[in-house]
């Protein structure tokens, strides 16, 4: 039988993260994919300068032959009224592709790489996992997102979650599209939804654009999509129609999730654990960073893979990420009637200040929490 000591299930930034994060331990690693890579992943492909330094990634090292688009700004405002725009006039964010960014983090990663396998059964057998019914693992790590196999075969029930719902496409612009476009690659735009659940983005990323939109509510998501789609043309945005292939996808915002982290032999990073920022949706520097927790916790635990011993992982998550609690806009209504959350949400969107030191410093950049790097570790 195929054996490894850690088997990380998913092969997106999460679990690329955790096998790189073990690269210097002596472990046997190895990551199953279902996909062979390069995959495309819905996603906006936002990312910050911290999931760069977390992985101790140089931009000049990614950058020749990726798309690695710096960001200096964005603009801001809700659907249907007046936009603010927020320059720093140095890089704060990058735009990246997922086909490009993950494959890449997977290559790097150190680990044995089983591609193109889904996992299929998982079976616990003396203290350790069979995998498949032919790979013998002591952990497993679920990393395969929100429907991640491992969380729901380990008591997750995605159908019954409170998750956010996100449609977008990504498409690359002819030369006519591109000349007419009048989204700045260094300024993408974000507008929220006049009721607050939600925002829609548009990312120019040299030739590509990213267009989507994400909402807590799952209703009537696509009518949000094309009422959005409308206002960007309508305010002068982009002169074309978007690709009628939007894709969709659900993932959870942290703290929203009643998964547990860990459990006998098993952790849950990324996506799979459901720890995507409240306020902004971000999810790729938490899934990085739980990935690089949970890699701490596995190597700390010297062998044992008992939960009690890999409940360090829970409280580095829990250090890390804070108390649990709703996004601003759920709590608000629970004791204002929506309408009044609403008005509240398109009143403090015309502040520059809230928009500035609250929208985008605090909730989209996270400014002031340093990168997880070793030393913070
Ligand atoms: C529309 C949309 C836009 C978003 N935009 C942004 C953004 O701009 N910036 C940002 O930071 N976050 C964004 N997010 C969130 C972000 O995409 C996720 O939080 C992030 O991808 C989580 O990474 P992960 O490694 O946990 O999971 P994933 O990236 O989902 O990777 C999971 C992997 O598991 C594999 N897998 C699944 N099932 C199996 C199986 N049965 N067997 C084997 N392998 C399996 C998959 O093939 C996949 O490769 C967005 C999400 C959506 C839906």
Not at 46 to 53: A, D, F, N
Request: positive net charge; glycine residues 10%.
């Amino acid at each position: 039988m195929d054996a490894c000591d850690v088997l990380i299930v998913g092969g997106g930034p999460a679990g690329s993260a955790c096998a790189w994060g073990l690269r210097h331990s002596a472990l046997r690693v190895a990551i199953l994919d279902k996909q062979k890579f390069p995959r495309d992943k819905v996603c906006g492909g936002w990312i910050t300068p911290e999931v760069l330094s977390a992985l101790e990634i140089e931009a000049s090292e990614y950058a020749p032959e990726r798309l690695l688009q710096p960001i200096t700004g964005f603009r801001t405002g809700y659907i249907g009224g007046s936009p603010i725009d927020t320059d720093y006039k140095r890089t704060v964010s990058y735009g990246i592709r997922r086909r490009e960014f993950d494959e890449y983090l997977l290559r790097r990663s150190g680990a044995r790489l089983l591609e193109g396998v889904a996992l299929a059964s998982l079976q616990r057998q003396n203290g350790s996992w069979i995998v498949n019914g032919e790979i013998h693992a002591r952990v497993v790590v679920g990393a395969g997102g929100h429907f991640c196999p491992v969380a729901k075969l380990t008591g997750a029930k995605p159908a019954r979650e409170n998750a956010v719902v996100a449609q977008e496409a990504e498409f690359e612009m002819d030369q006519r599209q591109r000349a007419s476009c009048r989204i700045r690659a260094e300024i993408p735009e974000l507008y929220f939804c006049a009721d607050m659940k939600g925002y829609g983005w548009c990312f120019r990323k040299e030739n590509f654009l990213n267009i989507g939109l994400g909402r807590m509510d799952q209703h009537r998501l696509s009518e949000h999509v094309a009422a959005f789609v409308r206002f960007l043309q309508a305010a002068g945005r982009i002169t074309f129609d978007v690709p009628a292939s939007l894709l969709g996808h659900a993932y959870l915002l942290y703290g929203v999730s009643e998964r547990s982290s860990v459990d006998d032999g098993r952790l849950l990073i990324g996506d799979a654990m459901g720890l995507a920022y409240k306020q902004s949706g971000e999810g790729i520097r938490p899934a990085i960073e739980s990935g690089l927790l949970a890699a701490q916790a596995i190597a700390a635990a010297q062998g044992n893979y008992s939960r009690d011993r890999l409940r360090l992982y829970e409280s580095l998550l829990q250090q890390r990420f804070g108390a649990s609690g709703q996004d601003w806009a759920s709590k608000a209504g629970q004791h204002l009637p929506s309408a009044w959350v609403g008005a509240l949400g398109r009143m403090l969107l015309g502040s520059r200040w809230f928009v500035r030191d609250m929208v985008i410093n605090r909730w989209f950049l996270h400014a002031g929490e340093p990168a997880l790097t070793r030393a913070v570790q």
